[in-house]
């Protein structure tokens, strides 16, 4: 650590280098008290202290809410989004995934989580004015092979999923080289893999989207219940790491997740239902949940779409036959709330459904 | 008086030359002037007075300014405080009128309660005028999660203005909503990011300074406490040392700049035995340190609050719920309310959380006894 570059009075400066302190973190550990006796100063230069590398650490002043709010800092840029490729999904999560924060996807299998996130990693390629981020993305695999035979006909179809975007936009965009794959069988290589390999491919600024498919699996299936403690640590770590890269690169983290049936009755208190009470809960616990920011629960229910929208008829080209509901479980600026929403060879699509429509399901 | 010089928070060398001078106690520097001092200790004249304001704070250049407070006037000093509204009548009553300024309290609660959703309520709350019964004040918003989401301040602060607006047309006070719009809402909410514990740390350090610059702030928030301080740390002494430090000079700062200071927390499941309680995470320790906690639950879909501890108010539960216009009463039927409270009160699990860890902080103090 160079003391020299700090605003230090030379007394101060001299005791600190005498003392061998290494690192601002080390004189922030310390007391008031312990730091006088460590450097033999006095109480008035112990503060003097304190606040010199207090201040090397927070260099950014305070931001009001009003700045952030009209986009002034972009080192906080809160208004732009990352969008879903859909407008009617988009509008639901209020523009799409913030940047900063991890997003949880959870749900049962074959409820559609892997095809949103393949969705996810198109949709961030696309120039921001299209609701990407101009960039590619990383899946993380931890559970099967990537489905890339299914990306490949995602990619194929995309001008009928995004019509909006021009001809010219859309083949500029070689979607199929920026989605880069990883396989983590263990949590070794799923750590090895977001604490090294995917800051390289981000410092170089060729992602903007991390999916991670699924977290459950590695922890679900490499502890045992008894070794709770030992797992909390690393779902703390891992957590960590991903906020860390989000905050940094300004990169939305996905990560899916599976489901456990809520028998425990002291797992009730854990959390809601939701508005649409699946006596499920997200799998992983409160530990995990500590770090989820957005927690959207992705499910499909007995019914087709026509029976339920009988005037979307003409549109069925478009919509799959399947009608899949995603809810907000929690988020911090949206309330707890559902959409309807369909896979259909092209990729995924939220369905309009107006308030008495809704409601007719909260009630079957 | 009895203290020894060699315990007092002064730089070794000095103490040394004191002792040798013979002051042993804090008695013996009594009635001592600085230059007098100065000569017997051999000490320079700034070391010297260092020194007398160590020993003696204030009290050495103000004369005889200290003096006893009586509690009929710390009940009047607090008759004058001003708390901020929940805008949930039910929860404000709980809380004795809402968050006391000049005090400090832990919300804690599992994701998605509304820990967030009550400190942006809060943030905003402060800011209505006086002449609508509010403090007129600025907040301070620390973020550790990277949850406040300003789009959510701007719908909290949006449904504020209503509200006093609504008021506004009953009672007619002309003006007073003149410099109480959104712009100056949001200007008026000074946000930082602490991504980890030393950040965090750093800028408790320099938050003296800020105040001394913005003396308007009456409510500051750390959202969470628990997140920066719940991985890194191997040792949990360091932790717990930490964060005892930490929380002392928060509340220093709540007295001192009469600000309300709150502190979100997480809760974790503690294993006993056969059966698993929900509890406050950062261990049994942090539990002392707030004078006052609030717990946030769900009780199937519907959200409690409860006032666990408490060296003002009865310990109470009671329903809220989160609106897209942010806090609010459970707009339900009186009959519905209480039937709801009563199945709560009967549900043994929560109530089980709540007690037993309320039962563990009885027994420590008994302990300490």
Known sequence: MDWDHLELKPSVLLAVKRAKIQSTKEILSLSGLELQTLLKLSQDDVLHLQKIVAASIRKTPAITALQLHQ???????????LS????????????????????????????????????????????????????????????????????????????????????????????????????AGDLESLNMCVSKRIPILMSRGLVRLVVLDSVAALFRCEFEAKDAIVKAKHLKTLGATLHNLSSSFKTPIVCVNQVTAAVDESRLMEGSFGILEKKVLPALGLTWSSQVLIRLMVSRTHLSVQDRFPQLTNHLWHLGNILRTMEVIFAPHIAQSFCFYTIAMDGVRGIQANNAEQASTLNT | MQREVASLALAPTIKAKLIGAGFVRVGDLHEVSAAELRIEAGISLQESTEVLQTVFPRSHE?????????????????????????????????????????????????????????????????????????VEGHSVYIDTEGSFLVDRVVDVAEAALQHCKQQHGKTGQLGALENFTLETILSNIFFFRCHDYVELLAQVH??????????????????????????????????????????????????QHNIAIVLTNHMTIRLEQNNSALVPALGESWGHVSPQRLVLYWQGKQRFASLTKSSRQKEQMVPFQITSHGFHDVQLFQSQVTASISSATSNTTTVNARKRCRVEDDDEHEDCL
């Not at chain 1, 800092?73 to 989004?81: A, E, G, L, V, Y």
């Not at chain 1, 993380?140 to 035979?149: L, Y």
């Not at chain 2, 003096?67 to 949930?88: G, Y």
Request: overall charge positive.
């Open chain 2, 206 to 255: 320099l938050l003296p300074d800020f105040l001394f610059k913005h003396p308007k702030v009456r409510f500051l928030v750390v959202d969470s406490i628990a997140y920066p301080f719940r991985h890194e740390f191997e040792d949990l002494s360091v932790r717990t040392r930490l964060l005892h430090g930490l929380a002392q000079k928060l509340l220093q700062l709540a007295s």
């Open chain 2, 62 to 134: 103000k004369g005889s300014e200290t003096r006893w407070m009586k509690a009929t006037e710390i009940l009047e000093q607090e008759k004058s405080c001003r708390s901020i509204s929940t805008f949930c009548a039910a929860l404000d009553t709980v809380l004795g009128g809402g968050i006391m300024t000049g005090k400090m309290i832990e919300i804690c609660g599992t994701p998605g309660v509304g820990k967030t959703q009550l400190c942006i309520q809060l943030a905003v709350n402060t800011q209505i005028p006086a002449s609508f019964g509010g």
């Open chain 1, 84 to 183: 879903l490729g859909c407008p009617i999904l988009d509008k639901f999560l209020r523009g799409g995934l913030p940047l900063v924060g991890i997003a949880e996807l959870a749900g049962e299998s074959s409820a559609g989580k892997t095809q949103i996130c393949m969705q996810l990693c198109l949709s961030v390629q696309y120039p921001q004015k299209y609701g990407g981020l101009g960039a590619g993305a990383v899946y993380i695999c931890t559970e099967d092979a990537f489905p890339a035979k299914r990306l490949q006909q995602l990619i194929s179809l995309q001008h009928r999923l995004r019509p909006e975007v021009p001809v010219d936009v859309m083949r500029s965009i070689a979607f199929g080289n920026n989605i880069y794959i990883e396989h």
């Open chain 1, 71 to 81: 986009g002034e800092c972009p080192s906080f840029d809160q208004t732009t989004k």
